[in-house]
């Protein structure tokens, strides 16, 4: 299906560097899990989707069918890898490929301890030939685009010298698109979640960046919390990226098609949205699996409407509970009143 208009077309379940703009679901450690990203594909057709950053060691040598498989349904699906070792990256791209991803990304910007004492993820800021030799590395092996996602800089570098240095390399190596946070990243004194708040965001950075290279795609990502600031952020770069406004209020996901991807006013049907989750619910407890896993990342669906406190309740309790179903998100859905909200809140 392809969505027409402004001299720019999308074709559905493809990530189009080459066509911009493209939204993004930023990867998210712990939340951006393959029951997250069906779930929002329910509510964007055309968001580009990223899985949690998933170590290559760990697709090598671990479970690959638990860390790679996904639903047809979430294209388009870009797989984050963490890494420093060009040949474990290569071959964990190698590995990934029968599962048709439709990017692979490199991390190179998560500060948590974990990829710190990997050496890898905002790490690698402080060796930028090492994630060019990684990236090229990816790309000798890979069909589909390899992207980079970076901070601007970590601890005391300068960014208007260590940005330019980094893109430069990659670029080099063959990356195919840049992402970056717009934020510094300090590997020493702040954790992971001050690293998301406390240090500043440089947007006019990131616009640089892309002034200086205007052939290059480059998106931006950082305390971005609505659709609004998104399409102003457009108006400097190529792509923009949500984290975690769009995962705490998933229903801003209904407006994206139609906002970016040029698609057709579409009243967003609740009521579908219910039964899909409700099936892929019942799928995931067949094989094994528990409502809960689905239900967490619905909780925020409907923040600001008449009984959301009440859905926000059933699906964080009773879904726990033993021997739950899907009747728990039937029971979350029948507690919103629909019929009192503004019509903005319900509608594409």
């Known amino acids: 299906m392809t969505a027409q ?3 720019t ?3 559905e379940g493809k990530a189009h560097y080459s066509n911009g703009p493209v939204f993004s679901v930023a990867p998210m450690i712990d939340w951006t899990d393959r029951h997250c990203r069906y779930f929002h594909r329910q509510i964007s057709r055309n968001a580009l989707l990223y899985t949690e950053m998933v170590v290559a060691d760990a697709i090598i040598y671990g479970p690959r069918e638990r860390l790679l498989s996904f639903d047809a349904a979430e294209h388009p699906v870009a797989l984050q890898l963490g890494g420093s070792d060009p040949a474990k990256l290569a071959e964990a791209v190698r590995i990934a490929a029968p599962y048709g991803y439709d990017e692979i990304n490199l991390n190179v910007g998560c500060p948590s301890d974990r990829v710190q004492s990997g050496t890898f993820g905002a790490c690698l800021m402080l060796t930028p030939e090492v994630v060019a030799e990684c990236v090229r590395a990816m790309k000798a092996v890979s069909a589909v685009p390899v992207t980079v996602k970076c901070r601007i800089g970590v601890d005391e570098q300068d960014p208007e010298a260590a940005l330019p240095d980094l893109i430069t390399r990659v670029l080099d190596a063959g990356a195919d698109a840049i992402w970056i946070h717009a934020r510094k990243a300090w590997l020493k004194g702040l954790s992971p979640k001050e690293n998301r708040e406390i ?9 640089r960046m892309k002034q200086r290279w205007p ?4 998106g931006i990502n950082g305390g971005i919390h609505t659709l609004e600031e998104a399409q102003a952020h457009l108006g400097h770069v190529d792509g923009v990226m949500l984290g975690r406004a769009a995962y705490q209020n998933a229903a801003i996901l209904a407006e994206v ?5 040029l698609a057709p006013a579409r009243e967003m049907d609740w009521d579908q ?5 409700m099936a892929y619910a019942q799928a995931h407890i067949d094989n094994g699996g528990r409502v809960q896993h689905i239900a967490r990342h619905m909780v925020g669906l409907f923040t600001g409407l008449p009984g959301a406190r009440r859905y926000r309740q059933i699906l964080s309790t009773d879904a726990t509970k033993p021997g739950a179903g899907p009747e728990v998100i039937a029971a979350a859905f029948a507690a919103v009143d629909f019929s009192a909200a503004p019509a903005e809140a319900l509608s594409a």
């Open 215 to 218: 052939d290059v795609f480059i």
């Open 5 to 7: 208009g402004g001299g």
């Open 257 to 261: 098609d139609q906002r970016f991807y």
């Open 9 to 11: 077309s999308v074709t």
């Open 273 to 277: 949205l219910r039964d899909r989750m």
């Open 199 to 207: 240090p500043p965001l440089d947007y006019e950075m990131v616009y």
